[in-house]
């Protein structure tokens, strides 16, 4: 299955592996290892990542201000992608803010740490997993949001952790131009969204692609495609995910150099159908 075409996002083409900063070093651990983190982030941009995907409450900041200090002035044709709607609680469990008042001032946050005038690509970040309901109305949210980008501080809307009735709901306030949801071997709960993403041909940013340790590593079928690749379970279900759909941009995220080759790597994998069919069957 062919997967190099290459979504779009306002004229700028994305390539089809990105960048996912929530697990550079410094943002969980100590903050000595943030020259790590800007060595990871200036070879991935050299690996061809197009988009990054941030946000402010990462390490306190931490994150936007390694991405600043490794790649401004940032290359032309780089996308920083980053969310609001969530924060940082006790012992780092994400907690609701999606209140105007918080959305303004997360996205001033962005734009100061990111050393940015406008923001390329922000996110919602909707309920779902550990982030319980806010409360406020998705349409009060996005029409914060809308009034930013009136200004010209947001770039493009997208929607994080969303449904198709959160995305009809959305767009029926401001265009949603991106869509970033959970998706890997074995969780494919947004099959509609993607195809939904795939049918308006706006991108679809996946994120945990490696399950966050609930991929099955050990499956038979991904240990006998890997094998006969010559490649590893992770690269496997990348291109698994890249060839679902032209849409599909991948987030990985990594504290380690190797990783992060071997992630960028695999869009030189193309699968079979019959190899696709068989990762599809996993889990179900």
Known sequence: MNHHEAPMLGGRRLNRMGFGAMRLPGVRDVPENTERARSILRRAVALGATLIDTADFYGSGLANRSISEALSPYPEDLIIATKVGVKAGAGGRPESAATPDEIRASVARNLETLGVERLDLVFLR??????????????????????????????????????????????????????????FIGHTDSRDVLAWCDSVGIPFLAYFPLGMGKLPKHDAALQRIATARGATAAQIALAWLLALSPMMVPIPGTADLAHLEENMDAVLLDLSGDEVAQLNAVGD
């Open 126 to 183: 909707l309920a779902g997993g550990p982030l319980a309901d806010s409360g406020v109305p998705i349409e009060t949210s996005l029409g914060c949001l809308a009034e930013l980008q009136a200004q010209g501080l947001v770039g493009h809307v997208g929607l994080s952790s969303a449904s198709m009735t959160d995305i009809e709901r959305a767009n029926a306030v401001v265009p949603i131009e991106a869509v970033q949801n959970a998706y």
